[in-house]
């Protein structure tokens, strides 16, 4: 049987860091994206990934970003992989050369005609994000516990590998991987007890419910 993975996103501090090492976190998310209150700067991020154990990988999350911040990130926090926001395909493509790490495409979502977005990332990205679309204005593109029809996923033809988000917890990640087939879920508020601060409880409470699943 194929478990699903879990990636623990928006990590400032040591304790959520430990949480989600502890918890069996296959993946966690730094945020490089002021606005965020969840942004850590390069150097923090550094910090950080020094508690992770080489089974863990780093992600680097960004919206649109400029050359120079992506790669003070990728190489000061020794980033696996970047995730980026409000990036179009041959802007993904661009920075997933200049990076030379795994890249992933987030792709809004709300209606089937959203869905059938993921489509143009092929050949840009290693991975798509399927993430809920905030409300026209929003500041952040995500990260805010909204979540998408996970019914719009039914039949659908992949165009990469992919991983699911939006309002995602541990109350309703078991019927999300069950419903939607995903082997790689991302949470960020959902563990958390306010914005930017993760709660260790809900941490391993929503890993436990991943790997239950």
């Known amino acids: 049987m194929i478990r699903a993975t879990a990636k623990i996103c928006g990590l400032s501090d040591a304790l959520g860091i430990d949480a989600a090492v502890g918890g069996g976190a296959s993946h966690v998310g730094f945020v490089f994206f002021p606005p965020s209150p969840r942004n850590v700067a390069p150097d923090r991020a550094a910090t950080l990934r020094e508690r992770l154990p080489e ?38 493509a661009y920075l997933r050369a200049l990076s030379g790490v795994e ?11 959203d869905l059938e977005t993921a ?4 050949g840009a990205a ?7 679309k905030t409300p026209e204005g929003a500041a952040l593109p995500g990260g805010m516990g909204l979540r998408f029809d996970w019914g719009l996923l039914d039949g659908f033809d992949h165009p990469l ?12 990640v078991a019927d999300a991987i069950g419903r939607t087939g995903a082997r790689l ?5 959902g563990v958390e007890r ?19 699943a």
């Open 55 to 92: 089974r863990v990988r780093a992600v680097g999350v960004f919206v649109d970003p400029d050359d120079a911040l992506m790669l003070r990130a990728v190489r000061t926090a020794r980033l696996d992989a970047i995730q980026l926001h409000r990036t179009a395909p041959d802007r993904v």
């Open 185 to 189: 879920v991302d949470v960020s508020s």
């Open 103 to 113: 890249t992933w495409a987030a792709v809004a979502i709300r209606t089937r005609a």
């Open 119 to 122: 489509a143009g990332f092929r």
């Open 126 to 132: 290693d991975r798509v994000l399927y993430d809920a």
């Open 194 to 212: 306010a914005p930017g601060v993760k709660d260790s409880d809900r941490v391993a409470r929503f890993l436990a419910a991943v790997a239950a």
């Open 161 to 172: 590998p992919w991983a699911l988000s939006g309002g995602l917890d541990a109350d309703n």
